[in-house]
């Protein structure tokens, strides 16, 4: 298996553009998490899908961000317009969930998309 | 308060040494616990479950303590290899089993 395939690995931009990243979770996973890391404020979940729906996406800073999941094995996370503050590595991970089982499946993470905004 | 505190260190400990960090939550209904492992400039990747009555993996033992809403990990004979970043997670209970990060303590093993 692959694993989670992000991309880009890396993504400088200027203020105010559009930046969306990419995420190929792990075939037959049914849950997807895009999460953010910063030196300051670790790893923070942005919002969490499960069987491409989005369940909670409380994490996302503002409406300038959005995602989506439109089939099983994609999912987009975009930034628009994006700001210095944004700049960070933002990782997505993919896990099997089982339905009423207290025991959360591992997360499986990719290796990231490392944004810098100027 | 944060949902899951732990140490930022950096604890620096000599090859050998034994080292514990601990992690304490917030929610008491906190159903699962983990450690994960975060190599510098890598992804995060699952160390170990956390069970109720204590768990070991070779040189890594994790502990759950419910009554005071902690974890801990201890880490024997340390070796250079394990110099890293080590993230508590816990899994809430209710509606979808919110899983949430520590912001990890850092370790370095010296020679």
């Known amino acids: 298996d692959a694993g989670v395939i992000q991309s880009p690995r890396h993504e400088v931009t200027e203020m105010g553009q559009e930046v969306t990243l990419r995420c190929k979770p792990i075939s037959g996973h049914n849950s997807l998490f895009w999460y953010r890391q910063t030196m300051m404020r670790g790893l923070e979940l942005l919002i969490y899908f499960n069987n491409n729906v989005p369940i909670d996406d409380s994490g996302m800073p503002e409406d300038r961000f959005s995602a989506k999941m439109p089939n099983a094995s994609f999912s987009t996370l975009k930034i628009q317009p994006s700001e210095p503050r944004d700049s960070a590595v933002y990782f997505c991970?993919?896990?099997?969930?089982?339905?009423?089982?207290?025991?959360?499946?591992?997360?499986?993470f990719g290796e990231g998309s490392r944004l810098t905004v100027l | 308060r944060k949902e899951v505190e732990q140490d930022p260190g950096p604890f620096n400990v000599p090859e050998g040494a034994t080292v514990a960090f601990n992690c304490t939550y917030s929610?008491?209904?906190?159903?699962?616990f983990f450690w994960y492992r975060q190599d510098c400039r890598k992804e995060p990747k699952l160390l170990m479950s956390?069970?109720?009555s204590g768990n070991e993996d070779g040189r890594f033992t994790a502990q759950l303590n419910r009554a005071s809403q902690y974890i801990s990990l201890l880490i024997r004979d340390s070796k250079l290899s394990d110099s890293a970043t080590y993230l508590c997670v816990v899994k809430n209970s209710g509606g979808y089993q919110k899983v949430t990060f520590g912001t990890g303590t850092k370790l370095q093993v010296i020679p």
């Open positions: 956390v069970y109720s």
């Open positions: 991970a993919s896990s099997l969930l089982v339905p009423g089982s207290i025991l959360t499946g591992e997360l499986f």
């Open positions: 929610n008491s209904a906190s159903q699962s």
